[in-house]
C-alpha cells in the first residue's frame, strides 16, 4: 500500500474518490495508530497542500486550513475572539504535537477531550468537506457525531474550519483542568466567547464545555441567561453556573467521577466567562 | 496521479547530510532514523508522544519523531543531537551547561531536552523561566526533578563565556560528572543502542488476564510452518530451575509460567524472529488457549478465607511479615493525654523510567553474553546460573547505560528471555519492551493500607505508637520480603519513641509483583506517621516543627530496635534548618490567605514540613562492596567501579573517593565499568548503599594502593603522589623518590600495581521483637514546602520546596542536590498524580508523572553530621530524598484548606470529595 502525496486538492479528491485511503495530516494520532505496521490502505499525506495551510480571511469571516498546524494557529494574527483557540492550542499536547497536529485532525479525532473542539464550538465553526462532487458545510456540532465518530463520507475530506466573524469587541478564553500542568487529557474544559454591549452588559456570550460528554456542548441555557448581565452580577451569582449544566453527561473515570467533572465544570464556565469579561475590558463596550 | 506516491526510497537531509533510505508506509520517523539509518542518539520511551525523548527537529521545528511518517520528512532536513552537537553552537553551548548543572541524570531524556531547547533558544534569545519550562512541557524526565535542566538552558541563553575549571575532584567538589559528556553529546549507549539493525527480535507472549489457565498447541509445527520464526521459548526451554526471585528463600517467579498465569501481563512463552516479520507478527496466531480464573487483585479479597492461593505454602496469601517492639505501646497509648489515629492508603507507583527494558544477548563458544540495564549486575548472573543451570564462567553480564531504574531494574526482566532466545538459535538476539509491556509486567511500589495511631504525653513528647500495615506484594515475591521488614523498623519516623509496636504483612494478588521502589515501603509508612505527627501537634497545640525537634532523636538514644548510635544521628539538625523557612513562610501564607478570603478568592496557600530517616545497605544482612584499582606501566589508574551509576553519579562519586584515597586528581582515573568478567562485584545500586559500601570499598582500596606505594621508600603519609607515564613520583618532606614502573613485573591484566578491597558494613540480626542493629548508618531528611490550593478545583500546585538533608559528607554537593531535586519531583508524584491501575493507566498518558510545570524551585540545604562508618563521614541519600515529600505535601494542603488527606495521589478529584466532606 503506497503513501501519497498529493500535488494539488484536486488530486487528492480524485484519488479519494477512486481507492480505500486513510488520510494522514499531523500524523500525531494516526502513526501511532499504525502500531509499528505498515499501513493496510493507502495513506494520503494532505499536509503538503498550501491551499489546506493557510489561514485567511475575508468578509464571510475567517478560514483556517484544515492542515494548519497548531503552532501555526498560535503564531497567526487573529482576532480576540480567537483568544480562547489559542489558549487552547497552548494546551494541546506538547510542543512537539503542536507542531505536527493539525486543527482538522483534532476535529477528525473526535476525542471527547479534544482541546480543539470547545473554543472552536463557541466560535460556531464550521467544517468545510470536500469531495470530487463539491463541498458541503456542517455545523462542527454536526460533524462530530460520537466519541471517535464523525460525519465524514469516504470520498471527503476536512478542507477548512471556517470561523463566521464576531462582534470586534468580542474576546474568547479557555480553561482545563488537568492532574499536571503540561500534556495532559483535561478532566474538563470550557471555552467561552463573550462580547458586551455599550451599557457593560453581556450582548453575546458562548459557552462549550469538553471531556463531559460523549462530545463537547455548547450550553445554551448558561448563554441565555448571560446576556444582559454584568461582570460585577455574575462575580457575585452562586446560582447561574451551576443550574444549566443538564444538556452535559459527564463520564466517570480514572480522571475523575462524574459528579466531580460536574463541580469542576461549573467553576470553569464561572471563571471562563468571567475572565473573558475582564479582557474586554471597558473601553471597547 | 503519477508523482504522487512517494515509493522507496524517502530522501531527506539527516544532520546536514543528504540520505535516501527505505521506510514502509506510515513508518515511524524514530524507527527508520534509528535501525536504518543509525541514529541512536534518537531515543524512543513511549512511541506515543508521551514523553519526548525521541524529539527531532524537522525543518527546525521539535516533533516526536515517534508520530511522524518518515515520508513526511521528504525533501526536509532533520536534526538529531548527534547533528546538532556537531554543528551549532546553541547546542554546544547546552552541552556545556548541562554538564555544569547537572541537568543530565541517566541521560535517556537528554537528547529530546537539548533538541527541544536548541529550537527554543533559536526563536528565542533570552527566554524567561517559565518560558523555558513550557517549551520543555513535552520531554519528561524522571531523574532531576527538572531545575537543574531549566537552569542549564537559562544559562545556556545567557551570552557569556562558558567557564570550565580544571579540577582535581577532591571530597567534597561539585566536580562535573565524570560520565557525563556521552550523555550530552548522544553518544551514550542505552539497552536497546547495542544491538546491529537487523538482530533476531525477542517478543514475549503475555497473559491477557490477571488469572488465567493455558496450555499449547504443537509449537514445533508452528515454528516450522511459519517462515522467519525462528524458535518459540517456553518453560520447556529453561534448563535449569524455571524460577527467580532476589531474594534466595522467596524466590517464586518463572521466567515463563508453566500452566497458570498470575498477573496480566506475566511472559509465557517468548517468540523469536526475523525483524520484520516480528514487529507485525500476529500474537493472537501463536496455537494456545486460555482460560481465564477468578482472579484476587486487593489486599482484602486475597485475605479473605474462600481466596485462590497464589502460592503453595504462604497461607492465606501471606508472602511475609515484619515486626518489631520495644516498651508496651498499649499502656502507653492508655496513659497518653492526647491520642490521634488514622487509616491510609495508597496505590501501585510505577518507576515510569524513560528508558523501557531492552537488551541484547549473544551465545558464542558455549558462554552467553547479556548487554542490558540493569542495577545489579552480579546478581543478575546468579539468577542466570540458577535458571541456566550453568557455571557461572559462562555467563557475563556487561550492563549498558542504564535510563533509569529507581529499583525496577535490580530484577532481572528481559535477561533470562534474551539469554534463551541466543541459546536456542545459536544467534544473537535483541528484545525491546514497549512502554506498556514495560509497565505491565516489571515491579511496582507496593500499594498501602495502614492503620496507624500515636499518643502523646501533654509536655509533647510521644507516648505509644501502634502501626498495622499491609502491602500488596503481588503475584511475586521479589523485594516483597524487605520492604514487609524495612517498614517496621522505619515506621517510628527518626524520633525517640520508647513505647512502639509496628507490624507488616505482605500479601500476595494476581497484580505485577510489587518490589524495590525508593524507599521500600518506607515512604508509604512516612506518609501515615508524619501526617498523624502533625494532627498530633495540633492536638497538643505545639508547632508541628518544634514538635518534631522536641522528639527528634539523638546520638545516645536508642532506636525502635534498641540500637544506640553514639554520633552520626543528625535529624534535629536538618528540622532546625527548616526554622527560617517555616517561620517565614508561615507568615507569608497567613497573610496571603487573609487577603485572599477578603478577596473571595478560591486560592489558599499553606506551608507543610515533613522529615524521614533510612537505615543505608541491606537490613541485618552483608551487603558487600569490592573495589578493584590498578596502575599500568604507562602511568594509568585504572578504577575497576563496579557500582551501576544509573543516573546518580556512582562513577563520579566513587572515582572521587577512591581519588582522595590515593592522592591522586580524579582526572587521572580511567574508569572501567561493570562487567561480570573484570570488574568485582560492587553490589546491587540499591539501598542508598553505594557511597556508603562502595564508598568505604573504594576508600580502602585507594588507600591499599597509596600504602603500597609508599612503602617502597617508607615515605609518611603525607606524600604527594605523582604518577605519570613510566613512573611515580613520592615527593615527602623535601625528599623525593622515584618508581620506575617499566621494571615492575606485570600482572595478567596488565598491572604494575594493584589493590582490591571489600568493605561489608557492621549490623546484627534482629531478634523477634525486631530488637538489634539493623544497619551501620541512617540518613536523615526533612522537607517544607509551600503549596497553592484551588479550592474550588481540588488542585494542588507545589510553589517552593526547602529541602535539608544530613549526607554526613556532601562527596559532591552537585549531584547531592540532584538527587534531592529528582527525589522531591517522585515524592511529588506519589502525592498527588501517580497510580498504577493493571489493565487501565499502562501508558504515559494515563499514567501520569510530573512535567517541566510541576515541580517548583527547590532550595537545597547539606548538613554535614559526618558518620564514623561513612566514607570521608559519608551517609547514604538515594532513598532518603522522597520520604518527607509527599507527606509534608500533604500536610501544606492540610493547612491551606484544613482538610486532612489519607491517601494518595491526592488528585483533584480526591481533594474536591474531602472539601465537600468538611
Known sequence: MGYNVPNSLTDALAFLAQSDVKIIAG??????????????????????????????????????????????????????????????????????????????????????????????????????????????????????????????????????????????????????????????????????????????????????????????????????????????????????????????????????????????????????????????????? | MDKTVIQHPVAFKLNGADVTTHAWSGERLSETLRERLGQRDVKIGCSAGDCGACTVLVDGAPVCACLTATQQAQGLSVETLIGLVNNDRTAIRLTNTFQNKGAAQCGICTPGMIVTSVALLRENHAPTTKQVEEALGGVLCRCTGYRKIIDAVLEAAQDQDLIHEKYTGEVGSSIRRLDGLAKVNGCEKFSDDIAPPGTLTVRAVRSPFAHAAFSFGDLDAFVARTPGIEAVLTAADVPGKNCFGVIPNFADQPVFAETESRFRGEAVAAIVGDPDLMRTFDMASLPMEWTELPSVQTVSKAMATDAPLLHDGRAGNVMCGGFVKCGDADVALKRADFTVKGSFRSGFVEHAYIEPEAGYATFEDGKVEIHACTQAPVMDREAMEIILGWDPSKIRIIPTAVGGGFGSKLDISLQPLIALGAIKTGKPVRMTYSRTESMQSTTKRHPSEISLEIGATSDGRICGFDFYGTFNTGAYASWGPTVANRVPVHASGPYSISDYRAESKGIHTHCPPSGAFRGFGVPQSAIAQETLFDELAEKLGIDALEFRILNAIQDNESTVCGQVFTQGVGIKACLEALQTAWHRERANVEAFNNASVEAGSPTRLGVGVAAGWYGCGNTSLPNPSTIKAGIRIDGTVVLHQGAMDVGQGADTVIAQIFAQALGVPVSQLELVGADTDITPDAGKTSASRQTFVTGNAAKLSGQSMRRQILKRYNASEHATLTISAGEIEISDQNQNHTIDLRNMPVDSEGYVILSSETYDPPTKPLDENGQGEPYAQFGYAAHLVVVEVDTKLGSVKALRFTAAHDVGRAINPLLVEGQVQGGIAQGLGMALMEEYLPGRTENLHDYLIPTSGDIPSIDTIIIENPDIHGPYGAKGLGEHVLIPTAPAILNAIYDACSVRIRQVPATPNVLMSALKGK
Open chain 1, 27 to 285: 500524523g500525531t494520532d494516526l502513526v501511532p495508530s499504525l502500531g509499528d505496521q505498515a499501513a493496510k490502505v493507502n495513506l494520503l499525506d494532505v499536509s503538503r497542500l498550501t491551499e489546506l495551510r493557510t489561514i485567511r480571511h475575508d468578509k464571510t469571516g475567517w478560514r483556517i486550513g484544515a492542515a494548519a498546524r497548531w503552532t501555526e494557529v498560535l503564531k497567526a494574527d487573529l482576532p480576540t475572539c480567537f483568544d480562547g483557540l489559542k489558549l487552547a492550542a497552548r494546551e494541546i499536547g506538547s510542543r512537539q504535537i503542536q507542531n505536527s497536529g493539525t486543527v482538522a485532525g483534532n476535529l477528525c479525532n473526535a476525542s471527547p477531550a479534544a482541546d480543539g473542539v470547545p473554543p472552536l464550538l463557541a466560535l460556531n465553526a464550521q467544517v468545510e468537506l470536500s469531495s470530487v462532487n463539491g463541498v458541503r458545510m456542517l455545523p462542527l456540532a454536526d460533524f462530530i457525531t460520537g466519541v471517535r465518530e464523525i460525519d465524514l463520507r469516504g470520498n471527503e475530506i476536512v478542507t477548512a474550519v471556517f470561523v463566521p466573524h464576531h462582534p470586534q469587541n468580542a474576546h474568547g478564553h479557555f480553561l482545563k483542568l488537568g492532574a499536571r500542568k503540561y500534556l495532559v487529557i483535561s478532566i474538563a474544559m470550557v471555552s467561552s466567547l463573550v462580547w458586551k454591549d455599550s451599557q457593560q452588559r453581556i450582548a453575546g456570550a458562548h459557552v462549550a464545555v469538553g471531556s463531559c460528554s460523549a462530545i463537547a456542548l455548547r450550553l445554551p441555557g448558561l448563554e441565555a441567561a448571560l446576556l444582559g448581565m454584568t461582570y460585577d452580577e455574575l462575580a457575585k451569582d452562586t446560582r447561574i453556573w451551576g443550574e444549566h449544566l443538564d444538556v452535559l453527561s459527564p463520564i466517570s473515570d480514572i480522571r475523575g467521577s462524574g459528579e466531580f467533572r460536574l463541580d469542576v465544570a461549573q467553576e470553569l464556565c464561572k471563571r471562563s466567562v468571567l475572565a473573558s469579561l475582564k479582557s474586554i475590558g471597558f473601553s471597547n463596550g
